[in-house]
T-cell receptor, first 111, second 113 residues
Framework: NAGVTQTPKFQVLKTGQSMTLQCAQDMNHNSMYWYRQDPGMGLRLIYYSASEGTTDKGEVPNGYNVSRLNKREFSLRLESAAPSQTSVYFC??????????FGSGTRLTVV | DQQVKQNSPSLSVQEGRISILNCDYTNSMFDYFLWYKKYPAEGPTFLISISSIKDKNEDGRFTVFLNKSAKHLSLHIVPSQPGDSAVYFCAASPLQGAQKLVFGQGTRLTINP
């Protein structure tokens, strides 16, 4: 998934621990998104950022915070991880006609 | 409230035959629809899209049909190939440019040799 880089690819956390998922793009797009993918639930929007310095809640924002410090980077933070946050997290940027370009994902397990 | 629904979690098709994946939506404000394909351990990738001003869009082996009155779209893959085995997501947006896409639950397609 050239253009959108997510780190880390895998992470195991204990309940209550915090972590930040990083996303960076080199495609110079304004809009960036964080989704989570769960079995039977599809992809659900957590937070999005229409431009540098702005963020808005999506469908499932509880337990998460985001930061869009510059045009290139959009981070997702779990302040106190819970088992319900075990999921695969995808960052995406928005492109005309083709919808989104996604990163390769972060697989997070909270034990 | 699931605005975009893919009611078939899985589909198995013989190689060379047609695969038909279905998607229903409830929000009449949606007017741009997309299909994404996802392989394990990768992010979804764009496959094909359709605007509500059309009822069909083709790209090689892939054709998307839109029935606005029924709020239904389908993806046809002909002929199906083993490399088509993946999870397919349909998505919808009220605007072209695809701000804040709403996704379905996904359908796992398996192509059998």
């Amino acid at each position: 998934n050239a253009g959108v880089t997510q780190t880390p690819k895998f992470q195991v956390l204990k309940t209550g621990q915090s972590m930040t998922l990083q996303c960076a793009q080199d495609m110079n797009h304004n809009s960036m998104y964080w989704y989570r993918q769960d079995p039977g639930m599809g992809l659900r929007l957590i937070y999005y950022s229409a431009s540098e310095g702005t963020t808005d809640k999506g469908e499932v924002p509880n337990g998460y915070n985001v930061s869009r410090l510059n045009k290139r980077e959009f981070s997702l933070r779990l302040e106190s991880a819970a088992p319900s946050q075990t999921s695969v997290y995808f960052c995406a940027i928005s492109r005309t006609f083709e919808g989104y370009t996604f990163g390769s994902g972060t697989r997070l397990t909270v034990v | 409230d699931q605005q975009v629904k893919q009611n078939s979690p899985s589909l198995s098709v013989q190689e060379g035959r047609i695969s038909i994946l279905n998607c229903d939506y409830t929000n009449s404000m949606f007017d741009y629809f997309l299909w994404y394909k996802k392989y394990p351990a990768e992010g979804p990738t764009f496959l094909i899209s359709i605007s509500s001003i059309k009822d069909k869009n083709e790209d090689g082996r892939f054709t998307v049909f839109l029935n606005k009155s029924a709020k239904h779209l389908s993806l046809h893959i002909v002929p199906s190939q083993p490399g088509d085995s993946a999870v397919y997501f349909c998505a919808a947006s009220p605007l072209q440019g695809a701000q804040k896409l709403v996704f379905g639950q996904g359908t796992r397609l398996t192509i059998n040799p």
